[in-house]
C-alpha cells in the first residue's frame, strides 16, 4: 500500500471552545484536533499539519506572527513557527518529561512554559535562540488556573491557582536568570511568615480572624501558679513538614474566591476575575491585592401555589417587583474570560453576555454589554484593539468591535460534540456528519466548508448515507429511523420517521447499491429494511442473533445476493469484544417471498431459507469486513492484530452438534494497532482495507498486499482515538472523526505507481454511478416529493404504561358487564397504538391472522366455557344448602389447579421473604443486645444496681467496675516495686544525710509546715490525698480506701515517667475506694433484703389479721425495682409480651399434649385421694383447731325457742334458754376481746414495718452522704489526673513543635548555604564583568586619543573638521504617534511599547541616521574620499565601541542589582535562622519553666479564698497562697496604720476648714467685684436714642405720649375719608378707560389690516433693498450703531453710580446718627 501514495491533510474543522488568538491583524488561530487551524476574518482558511507527536498547549505572539506548539508524548519538545510561511523558527527540548500544560509568549523575545506531572515546572526560554534561561518548581497541590507575562514588563510573570495569587520577578545576572516569587497579600494585617496566606472570602460579610487573636476564656486560664504555653495547631495536632504547612488550608472552611482569568495594566497592575464573579485588583509593587467587585445576591422568586388563575398573575407580578434585573450585573460565571482596553474591561462568561465594565471609578458598574447567546470560553484581542474574537464551547467564532454592540458577528458555527458517524452523498461533493445532538451537517469535500445543518431533536447514535439516493438515516434511542432528505443540499429536511423495534439503533449499514438498509439492536436483532423512497423505507423482515451485537457489515455480490456479517458478544461485557460470528445471505428470491421464507407474520427470516451460520471465534475481535470470496477481516483482541478468516461454504459445513464446537481460526494475521478497539471498512470498490480505533490510528492496506500499510495519525488516543471513517464514492478523499469533535479530509498525493491503482478505484466509482443512474434520479424525485416530517403536536403524549393502564382498566369494565350479563367475554383483537414498532405491528398482524384461522374453535370452547360455569354456579348454590359439616372449601372449586397452585406458591415465597426480613432483623437485634448485655453487664465484675429507699425518692447506687486486665495489674505491679526502691533509696539517703541535716537547719524547714513533718515525709495536702496536717487514719482518701505512703510529692513531679507513675498509682487508689465502697454497699443491699424478708413475714400475719377483721386497708408490700435488681430486665416473662406468641403446628401438638396429660393426672389424683377423704371424714378436713375458728362458730339455738312461745316455756327450757343466753354473751365478749387482742397485733406490726423502714432510710441517707464524699474523692483524684495527662499532652505538643522548628531550621539553613554559595559565585561574575567593562572603557578612551595618530596625513585645519565630524552623533529617537494622537488608540499599551520593540526602532533609526551621516555629500571641503570613508569606518567603530560600553553598563548595573538582592535574601535567611533559634531557645525556655512550674492541687476552704470570682469559676492565674499567720500579722498593721491616719486626716480636717471658709469668702467679694464692672459696663455702652433723650428731658412724658395718640388718631379718620373720595375717583377713572379700550380695540383692528398691506410693502422693499445692498457702503450705518451702543452703555453705568452714591449717603447718615449723641467713657 505504501507504493500508492502518500495521504496530505486537505482540511479539518473542529473547535471545542479553546483558546483562540490573533497572530496576524485579521487572522485568528487555534487547535483543531491534531492541527493549527488558522482563519481569516473574511473567511479564509489554513490547516497546518503539526510534524510533533502529539499536539499539546499552544501559543501565539500576535508582534512577532509566530505560535508555538507542545508535543504530547515522553520528553516532549516545543516548535515554535513563523506565520504564514510556517518556517521552524526553534524547537526547545529539556522542559518536561511527560508533558505541557500551558505556553504562554511575553511582548518580546521570551517564551514560559507549564509542565505537567510529575514537575510542575516554569520554565523562561528565549524562543528566538532556542535557549532555557531559568526554571522555577511550582507547588503540586494546587493546578494553576492561569498565567501570563506583564505586557509591559517581561520579568514579572503571574501564576493564580485556586487559592494563592503569586507574581514571580525575573531577575537576571548577566547570562544568568532567576524567578523569586511574592505572594500577593489580601486584607489590613501582614500574616506571619510561617502562615499561608489566604485568598478574600466569597462573601464580604465573612470577617478573617487569627487564632492568635481569639481571647476565649478556658479553664487553662483558670490555673493559680501554672505557666501557660503557647503551642501552634500544628503541634497539637502532632502534625511536623508539610502537613504542618498545609493544616491552615485543611480546616479553612470559608468559601474564598478563585481567580480563573488576568489581565495586566499599562502600570503594573493586575484584575483578575473570579468564578463566583468577583474582580480582584492586584498592586504589583506593593503585592497587595483587594477586591473591587462582588456580585449583588439575588434573592429566590418565592414559589406560587395559587389555584386560581387571578391569584397566580398577582403572586407572578408581586414577584417580578422584587426581583431585580440581572442583564446589568456581573455574576457567577460572568468573568471567566477578561480582556483590558482602552475603554475599560471586557468581562465575558458562561452566560454568553459581554459586558465592559468601568474599573476607574470607585463603584464598578457595567457601560456596555452584548448578549452572544452560547456561553464563552476564549476572548482575544486584535493586534490593533479594533476588533475582539470571541469562542464559545458550542463550536461557534464571533467577532466584536469595542464600543459597537450591534456589530457581533458569526464568524464560524461548527456545533461542537461529538460525532456519531460519517458519509459520502452520491456525487462525491458532499460529506455528512453526524452528532450525538442529533445535528446533521453537511460539508463540502473540496474545501471543507459547512453547507448547511438540520437537527432531528433527538440524541443519535448511528447513521449512514445511501449511495442510491441523496438520503441518510439516522439511528436514535426508541427504535427510530429519522431519514433526511439532502436533495437540497442548502436546505436539508427530516421526511419519514420510522420505529423499528424498541431498543436503540446502534447500527446502520446500507446495502453497496442503496436499495437495503441492515440494522442492529442491542438484544441481538437484525432487520433488513428497504431503503428506497418509493417503498416508504418499509422494514421487510428480521433475524436474530445471541448476544448483543458488536458489528454488522455486509457485501453484494454480482448476482444481488447481500451477504450479511455480524459478530456478537455473549459474555455481557463489550469491552471484551466479539466471541461469535453470524453470517447469513439474503438473495432477490428470498426478498420477493418473504411469506414464504418467514417463520410467520412476524417476518422473522427462517435461517434455511437465509443459510444462516453462527461460528464461535477462536479469538475476540472487535469490528468485521467482508470482501468478495467471503473473506472476513477482524481486529483481534487479544495480540491487537487484524485477523483474516475464510468464511467455510455450505457444503463444507458439519452438523449442528459439532458446529457448535467448531472454533473459526485465523487463516493470516497481519500487524494492527497498538491499542485494543476498534473498527474495518473496505473502500467501495472492495480493494483497500482501512482499520482505525482507540489509539487515534489509521491504516491503509491492499487486499492483495495485505502486510504494507499506509498509517496515519488524525486524532489523539488520549480522548478516545478514531470514532468513524469514510471513504469517498472514488477512494480519492479519506474522512475521519473522532472522540475530539474534529473531522478531518485526507488526499492521496499518488506515486507513478498508485495512478494505475487510483484508475481502478475512479472506473469502479463511474461504472457504479452510471449503473445507479436511473433509478436514482427515479428515487430522488419521490423523495423531493415527500412531505417535510413534523411531530404530533396536538395530542397530548401519554406514556405506555398509563396507555397499558387505561386499556387494562376498559377490558376489566367489559368483562365485568359480561359477567353480568352472564356471558362469555371475547378478548378484543389487539389494536396497534401510538409510536408502536414494525416489530410489534407484525405480531398484532399474526395474532389477527391466528383468530380468523382458530375462530370456530375459539367459539365452540367459549360454548364449553359457559356450560361448565353454569353448572360450577349451580353445585356453589347446592354446597351451601349443605350442612356445615359435609360443605366443601371455596377453593375445592376451583378449576384452575395450576392458577391456585401458582398463588398458593407466591404467598409462600412472600411469607418465606418477610419471615427471613424478620428473621434479620430479629439478628440485628439480638446482636446488638448480646453487646450491650457483654459490654455492660457480662464483663461487669461488680454489676450496677442501686438501693431505694423506702418513704422517700432516695436513691444509692454502687460503682459498676470492670475486672482489671492484665497488661494494668502487672503495670501497677511495676510503679508498686519502682516507688518502693525509690523510697528505700532516698531513705537512704536521708539517713546518711541525717547528722547534717540536724546540725544546719534552714529556712525551709521552719516554713514547709505544711508540706513536711519532721521527718520530711510530705503531708497530704500535696499528695495523692486532698487533706494536709492530719494523720493517714484521719484523711478523707485514707478513710475511704485510697491511702498509699507510694505517692509522689507534686512538687517533684518533674519527670515524664513520674508522671505516669503518678497517674497509675492514683488510678490504683480509685479502683480501691470505689472497691471499698462497693463492699459497704452490698452489706447494705443484703439489709435491704433481710427487712423485706421480716415485713414479707409479718404482712402475712397482718393479711390474716386484716381478713379476720374484715377491714378495707391497704399493706405495704416492699420489692426491690429494676433499680436494684437489674438482672431482671435480661429476663422477659410471659405476661410481658402484649401480643400472642406464635406455635408452629409441631408446637401447638406438643403444647396440646402436655395439657392433657395433665389434666389425666388431676383426674386420677381427684378420683381416689384416701388422704383427703380420711382428714374429711375424721377431722372435719384440719388437722389442727384454732381458736379464731372457735370464735366464728356461733352457739347453736335451741329448737323450742323458734317453736314455742316464751310463755309456753318449761322450767328446763327456761334454764337453757339462759343457759343459751349466758354462753352466746361470753362469745360475744371473747369475740371482742380477741378483735382488741388482733387490732393491737395488727398496730404492732405495721409500727414496727414502719420503725424497720425508717431505721434503714437512715441507713441508707448515712452510705448516701457517704456516697457524696466518695465521689467527691474520686472526682478529685480523677482532676489530679487528667491535669497530669494534660501536662504530658503539654510536653508531647512541645516536642512536636521542637521538632518542627528543628526541620525548618535546617532547611532554613541548607537555604542559606545555596543562598551564600549563589552571593560568592555572582560576586565573582560581577568582578570580572566589572574588568572587561574597564577595559571596554580603556579601550573606548584610547580610540579619542589616537584619533590624530589615524588622520597624520591630512592637515590640522582638516583634522579639526574631520574631529568634529568624528564627534558627531545622530540624535535620539523621540518615538511619536505621528499616524494619530495616541489618545485615540483603542491598544492600552500604545503609550507603553514594549522594550523589544523600542530597541529594535531605536537600532533601525541609528543605522538609518549614521547611513546618512556617512554619504559623501557631508564631506567637508577639500577632503579626500579615502580620507572620508577611513574616518567613517572609525566613526562607527567608534560608535559600536559606545553602544558596546552602554549595554555593558547596563549590564553591569543590572548584576549589581542581583548581587543586592542575592545579599538581601541572604540576609533575610540568617534573619530567619536567627528567629527561628529564638523560637528554638524560647520554646526550651518554656518547656524548662513549665516542667519547673508545677501545678499543685490543693483543698481550700471557702473563707480562705480572696479571689472574686468571675463569670464561670474563679481565676487564680494572677494570685498567690498564703499563711493564714502573715494575713492575721499584716491586718493588725493595717489595722494600728489606719488608726493613726485618721488622727492625722481629723487634724488635718480641721486646718483644712478654717482656709476653705477663707477661700469661700475671697472667692465671694472677687465675683461681688466683677458683677459691678458688669454693670458699670453695660450702663457705659447703653445707646441713648432720641426717644431716651426725650424721656430723661421732659417732665410730664406720659402727657406728651397721649397728646401724640391723639393727634395720631384725627389722622387715621382724616385719611380714611380721603381714601374713599380716591376710591369714588378710581372708579370713574375705571370705566372711563374702558370705554377707551373699547374704542382702541376697533382702531386695532382697523390698524391690523392696515398693517397686512404695510407688510406687504416692507416685504417688496426689503427685497429690493436687498437687490440694492451690495452695492452702497453701510460703513456710515454701523459707525452710527457703535456710538449709539457706547452712549447707551454710558448713561447706564451712570444710573448705577448714581444709585451707588445714593445708598453711602443713606449708610452715611445712618452711622451718624447711631453714635449721637456720644458719652465719654469714665475710667477708674
Excluded at 489523539?716 to 480519492?732: L, M, N, P, T, W
Amino acid at each position: 500500500m505504501d507504493q500508492v501514495g502518500k495521504l496530505e491533510l486537505s482540511w479539518a474543522q473542529g473547535y471545542n471552545g479553546d483558546q483562540a488568538c490573533y497572530i496576524d491583524k485579521d487572522v485568528i488561530c487555534y487547535l483543531c484536533g491534531n492541527n493549527v487551524k488558522f482563519v481569516a476574518e473574511d473567511g479564509a482558511e489554513t490547516v497546518f499539519k503539526f510534524p510533533g507527536e502529539g499536539v499539546g498547549p499552544l501559543a501565539v505572539h500576535s508582534l512577532s506572527r509566530c505560535f508555538a506548539v507542545a508535543e504530547q508524548c515522553i520528553n516532549p519538545k516545543i516548535y515554535v513557527f513563523i506565520y504564514p510561511t510556517f518556517r521552524s523558527m526553534s524547537v526547545l527540548e529539556g522542559g518536561a518529561k511527560l508533558e505541557y500544560s500551558k505556553l504562554f509568549f511575553s511582548s518580546s523575545d521570551y517564551l514560559c512554559s507549564l509542565s505537567g506531572i510529575p514537575e510542575f515546572e516554569l520554565t523562561l526560554w528565549n524562543f528566538d535562540k532556542g535557549i532555557k534561561l531559568c526554571t522555577f518548581a511550582l507547588s503540586r497541590d494546587n493546578i494553576p488556573t492561569s498565567i501570563s507575562f506583564n505586557p509591559g514588563n517581561w520579568r514579572q510573570i503571574c501564576v493564580t491557582t485556586e487559592k494563592t495569587i503569586t507574581l514571580l520577578n525575573i531577575e537576571q545576572s548577566n547570562k544568568y536568570y532567576v524567578m523569586q516569587p511574592s505572594v500577593i497579600q489580601f486584607g489590613h494585617y501582614n500574616w506571619p511568615y510561617h502562615r499561608r496566606i489566604r485568598l478574600p472570602a466569597v462573601d464580604p460579610e465573612m470577617e478573617e480572624y487569627d487564632e492568635f487573636d481569639r481571647d476565649i476564656p478556658t479553664r487553662a486560664s483558670t490555673r493559680m501558679t501554672r505557666y501557660t504555653v503557647d503551642v501552634p495547631k500544628a503541634a497539637k495536632a502532632g502534625l511536623v513538614g508539610e502537613l504542618a504547612e498545609k493544616l491552615d488550608d485543611i480546616q479553612d472552611e470559608t468559601e474564598r474566591v478563585k481567580p480563573v482569568s488576568q489581565v495586566w495594566t499599562p502600570i503594573g497592575d493586575l484584575y483578575l476575575g473570579c468564578a463566583g464573579g468577583q474582580i480582584l485588583k492586584v498592586d504589583s509593587e506593593q503585592y497587595r491585592g483587594k477586591v473591587i467587585y462582588y456580585p449583588p445576591k439575588i434573592p429566590d422568586a418565592p414559589d406560587s401555589r395559587m389555584s386560581s388563575a387571578g391569584f397566580q398573575r398577582e403572586s407572578m407580578v408581586d414577584i417580578q417587583q422584587h426581583v431585580p434585573d440581572v442583564s446589568q450585573m456581573i455574576l457567577d460565571g460572568s468573568v471567566d474570560c477578561i480582556g483590558l482596553h482602552k475603554r475599560g474591561l471586557y468581562c465575558a462568561g458562561k452566560d454568553g453576555t459581554i459586558r465592559l465594565v468601568d474599573v476607574k471609578s470607585s463603584d464598578v458598574s457595567v457601560i456596555e454589554q452584548c448578549n452572544m447567546g452560547v456561553p464563552i470560553t476564549s476572548m482575544s484581542f486584535s493586534p490593533s484593539y479594533r476588533r475582539l474574537a470571541l469562542g464559545s464551547s458550542h463550536g461557534s467564532l464571533h467577532l466584536y468591535e469595542p464600543g459597537a454592540p450591534e456589530s457581533l458577528k458569526l464568524l464560524r458555527n461548527l456545533h461542537h460534540g461529538e460525532f456519531v458517524s460519517i458519509g459520502i452523498l452520491p456525487g462525491n461533493e458532499y460529506c455528512v456528519t453526524c452528532r450525538v445532538n442529533g445535528e446533521i451537517q453537511v460539508w463540502s469535500v473540496d474545501k471543507g466548508h459547512l453547507i448547511s445543518s438540520v437537527s432531528i431533536d433527538m440524541p443519535a447514535y448511528s447513521m449512514a448515507c445511501s449511495p442510491l439516493l441523496n438520503v441518510c438515516a439516522v439511528g436514535t434511542a426508541g427504535g427510530f429511523i429519522y431519514y433526511v432528505d439532502l436533495c437540497n443540499i442548502d436546505e436539508p429536511r427530516v421526511v419519514e420517521r420510522v420505529r423499528v423495534y424498541e431498543g436503540t439503533v446502534a447500527n446502520l449499514v446500507y446495502q453497496d447499491t442503496g436499495a437495503y438498509l441492515l440494522s442492529a439492536s442491542e438484544d441481538g436483532q437484525v432487520f433488513l429494511i428497504d431503503g428506497r423512497a418509493s417503498k416508504k423505507f418499509k422494514p421487510l423482515a428480521h433475524t436474530g442473533v445471541k448476544g448483543a451485537v458488536q458489528s454488522l457489515a455486509s457485501y453484494t455480490d454480482t448476482s444481488g445476493t447481500i451477504h450479511v456479517i455480524v459478530t456478537h458478544n455473549t459474555t455481557g461485557n463489550r469491552r471484551s469484544g466479539a466471541n461469535y460470528l453470524t453470517y447469513f445471505s439474503v438473495s432477490e428470491e428470498v426478498i420477493r417471498d418473504l411469506r414464504y421464507n418467514c417463520n410467520s407474520l412476524k417476518y422473522d427470516f427462517k435461517d434455511k431459507s437465509i443459510r444462516k451460520v453462527t461460528l464461535k471465534l477462536a479469538v475476540p475481535s472487535y469490528g468485521v469486513a467482508i470482501s468478495e470470496g467471503d473473506t472476513v477481516y477482524m481486529m483481534a483482541q487479544n495480540n491487537k492484530k487484524i485477523h483474516q478468516h475464510n468464511l467455510p461454504k455450505p457444503e463444507e459445513l458439519p452438523s449442528e452438534k459439532e458446529l457448535e464446537k467448531l472454533r473459526m481460526e485465523p487463516v493470516a494475521e497481519f500487524p494492527g494497532h497498538q491499542l485494543p478497539g476498534g473498527q474495518c471498512l473496505l473502500s467501495p470498490h472492495h480493494k483497500w482495507l482501512a482499520t482505525f480505533g482507540t489509539d487515534g490510528s489509521i491504516m491503509l492496506r491492499t487486499i492483495g498486499q495485505m502486510d504494507k500499510t499506509v498509517s496515519l495519525t488524525p486524532h489523539d488516543y488520549r480522548i478516545g482515538g478514531v470514532k468513524a471513517v469514510a471513504f469517498a464514492e472514488d477512494s480519492q478523499h479519506i474522512f475521519t472523526t473522532g472522540f475530539d469533535g474534529v473531522l478531518t479530509c485526507y488526499s492521496w498525493n499518488y506515486s507513478p505507481t498508485g495512478l494505475g491503482k487510483a484508475k481502478s478505484a475512479m472506473e469502479a466509482a463511474r461504472a457504479k454511478k452510471s449503473k445507479l443512474m436511473t433509478s436514482q434520479k427515479e428515487e430522488n424525485d419521490v423523495i423531493q416529493g415527500m412531505p417535510e416530517w413534523e411531530p404530533e403536536r396536538g395530542t397530548r403524549p401519554t406514556s405506555e404504561k398509563q396507555q397499558g393502564t387505561n386499556r387494562e382498566a376498559r377490558e376489566k369494565a367489559k368483562r365485568d358487564e359480561a359477567l353480568e350479563r352472564d356471558e362469555i367475554y371475547k378478548t378484543p383483537t389487539p389494536i396497534p397504538e401510538d409510536n408502536s414498532t414494525w416489530l410489534q405491528v407484525q405480531e398484532l398482524e399474526s395474532f389477527k391472522e391466528e383468530d380468523k384461522q382458530y375462530a370456530e374453535i375459539k367459539k365452540n370452547l367459549r360454548v364449553s366455557i359457559k356450560d361448565m360455569r353454569k353448572t360450577l354456579q349451580s353445585m356453589l348454590r347446592n354446597n351451601e344448602t349443605l350442612p356445615d359439616i359435609e360443605q366443601l372449601n371455596h377453593h375445592e372449586f376451583d378449576l384452575d389447579i395450576e392458577e391456585q397452585l401458582r398463588l398458593q406458591a407466591e404467598a409462600d415465597l412472600e411469607v418465606e421473604r418477610v419471615r427471613e426480613e424478620i428473621e434479620f432483623e430479629n439478628l440485628a437485634k439480638m446482636y446488638l443486645r448480646e453487646m450491650i448485655k457483654r459490654e455492660c453487664w457480662d464483663e461487669m465484675v461488680v454489676k450496677g444496681r442501686a438501693v431505694q429507699a423506702f418513704n422517700s425518692n432516695l436513691e444509692v447506687s454502687n460503682f459498676p467496675m470492670r475486672e482489671r486486665p492484665k497488661e494494668t495489674k502487672q503495670l501497677l505491679e511495676t510503679v508498686t516495686k519502682r516507688r518502693q526502691i525509690e523510697i528505700a533509696e532516698e531513705k537512704a539517703r536521708k539517713e546518711t544525710l541525717e547528722i547534717t541535716t540536724k546540725l544546719v537547719p534552714t529556712t525551709a524547714d521552719d516554713e514547709g509546715g505544711e508540706g513536711e513533718d519532721d521527718d520530711g515525709k510530705e503531708q497530704p495536702s500535696t499528695t495523692g490525698s486532698l487533706e494536709g496536717g492530719l494523720p493517714d487514719s484521719d484523711r478523707i482518701g485514707a478513710q475511704y480506701g485510697g491511702g498509699s505512703e507510694l505517692f509522689y510529692s507534686q512538687f517533684e513531679l518533674h519527670a515524664r515517667e513520674q508522671k505516669v507513675n503518678q497517674i497509675v498509682l492514683l488510678e490504683d487508689a480509685i479502683f480501691r475506694i470505689k472497691n471499698l465502697f462497693n463492699k459497704e454497699f452490698d452489706e447494705l443491699f443484703l439489709k435491704k433484703e433481710q427487712e423485706i424478708g421480716k415485713i414479707t413475714d409479718k404482712n402475712k400475719r397482718i393479711k390474716k389479721i386484716i381478713a379476720d377483721l374484715e377491714l378495707v386497708e391497704e399493706v405495704i408490700e416492699p420489692t426491690m425495682g429494676i433499680a436494684e435488681k437489674p438482672e431482671i430486665l435480661l429476663t422477659v416473662n410471659d405476661d410481658e409480651v402484649k401480643v400472642e406468641k406464635f406455635y408452629t403446628p409441631e408446637q401447638r401438638k406438643e403444647i396440646e399434649k402436655k395439657k392433657k396429660e395433665e389434666e389425666e393426672r388431676r383426674a386420677r389424683e381427684r378420683g381416689d385421694n384416701i388422704r383427703e377423704r380420711a382428714l374429711v371424714d375424721m377431722m372435719g378436713g384440719v388437722l389442727e383447731i384454732k381458736k379464731e375458728d372457735e370464735l366464728k362458730m356461733d352457739i347453736p339455738k335451741p329448737a323450742f325457742m323458734s317453736q314455742k312461745e316464751e310463755s309456753e316455756w318449761s322450767e328446763d327450757e327456761q334454764k337453757a334458754a339462759k343457759e343459751f343466753e349466758r354462753r352466746v354473751k361470753e362469745l360475744q365478749e371473747e369475740r371482742e376481746k380477741y378483735r382488741k387482742q388482733l387490732e393491737a397485733e395488727l398496730r404492732k406490726n405495721q409500727s414496727v414495718i414502719q420503725e424497720s423502714m425508717a431505721g434503714f432510710d437512715d441507713m441508707l441517707n448515712t452510705v448516701f452522704m457517704k456516697k457524696i464524699k466518695v465521689m467527691m474523692v474520686i472526682y478529685q483524684e480523677e482532676l489530679k489526673i487528667l491535669r497530669l495527662r494534660y501536662s504530658l499532652l503539654v510536653e508531647e505538643e512541645m516536642e512536636t513543635q521542637e521538632n518542627e522548628l528543628l526541620r525548618l531550621f535546617e532547611q532554613k539553613k541548607v537555604n542559606k548555604q545555596k543562598a551564600t554559595q549563589t552571593v560568592q559565585e555572582t560576586r565573582k561574575s560581577v568582578d570580572a564583568f566589572r574588568e572587561q567593562y574597564d577595559i571596554l572603557l580603556a579601550e573606548d578612551k584610547v580610540m579619542d586619543k589616537q584619533f590624530k595618530k589615524e588622520f597624520q596625513d591630512v592637515s590640522a585645519v582638516q583634522q579639526d573638521q574631520l574631529y568634529r565630524f568624528f564627534k558627531k552623533r545622530p540624535r535620539a529617537l523621540k518615538i511619536t504617534r505621528a499616524e494619530g494622537d495616541a489618545n485615540m488608540l483603542p491598544n492600552p499599551f500604545a503609550d507603553r511599547p514594549s522594550t523589544a520593540r523600542t530597541n529594535a526602532q531605536t537600532d533601525s533609526y541609528m543605522s538609518n541616521q549614521m547611513t546618512d551621516l556617512d554619504k559623501l555629500s557631508n564631506c567637508p571641503e577639500g577632503v579626500e574620499q579615502s580620507v572620508w570613508d577611513r574616518l567613517c569606518r572609525y566613526r562607527m567603530e567608534k560608535v559600536r565601541s559606545e553602544n558596546l560600553l552602554k549595554s555593558s553598563a547596563l549590564v553591569l548595573a543590572e548584576m549589581n542589582t542581583f548581587l543586592g538582592k542575592r545579599q538581601e535574601e541572604d540576609e533575610r535567611l540568617r534573619n530567619d535562622i536567627d528567629h527561628i533559634q529564638d523560637q528554638l531557645s524560647k520554646l526550651r525556655e518554656d518547656r524548662t519553666r513549665f516542667n519547673l512550674n508545677l501545678e499543685v492541687q490543693l483543698l481550700l476552704k471557702q473563707g480562705q479564698v480572696e479571689v472574686d470570682a468571675g463569670t464561670f469559676i474563679h481565676d487564680y492565674k494572677d494570685s498567690a497562697l498564703i499563711h493564714r499567720s502573715v494575713v492575721e500579722e499584716l491586718n493588725n498593721n493595717i489595722k494600728g496604720l489606719g488608726e493613726s491616719k485618721i488622727a492625722s486626716m481629723v487634724e488635718s480636717k480641721d486646718f483644712r476648714k478654717g482656709i476653705i471658709q477663707l477661700e469661700w469668702e475671697h472667692k465671694k467679694m472677687l465675683m461681688q467685684m466683677e458683677d459691678l464692672q458688669n454693670k458699670m459696663k453695660d450702663i457705659q455702652f447703653m445707646k441713648v436714642t432720641r426717644e431716651i433723650q426725650l424721656f430723661l428731658n421732659s417732665p410730664d412724658y406720659e402727657g406728651r405720649k397721649q397728646g401724640e395718640v391723639g393727634k395720631l388718631e384725627q389722622t387715621i379718620l382724616q385719611q380714611k375719608q380721603i381714601h374713599e373720595k380716591n376710591i369714588d375717583e378710581r372708579q370713574k377713572q375705571l370705566k372711563e378707560l374702558e370705554r377707551t379700550i373699547k374704542q382702541r380695540e376697533n382702531e386695532n383692528e382697523q390698524v391690523l389690516k392696515e398693517l397686512e398691506n404695510l407688510n406687504v410693502s416692507v416685504y417688496e422693499r426689503r427685497h429690493i433693498e436687498e437687490v440694492n445692498a451690495d452695492r452702497r457702503n453701510d460703513s456710515g450705518a454701523e459707525k452710527r450703531y457703535q456710538e449709539i451702543v457706547q452712549r447707551r452703555k454710558l448713561v447706564d453705568l451712570a444710573k448705577a453710580q448714581a444709585q451707588e452714591v445714593a445708598v453711602l449717603r443713606a449708610e452715611v447718615e445712618r452711622l451718624r446718627m447711631r453714635t449721637f449723641p456720644a458719652l465719654v467713657q469714665v475710667e477708674h
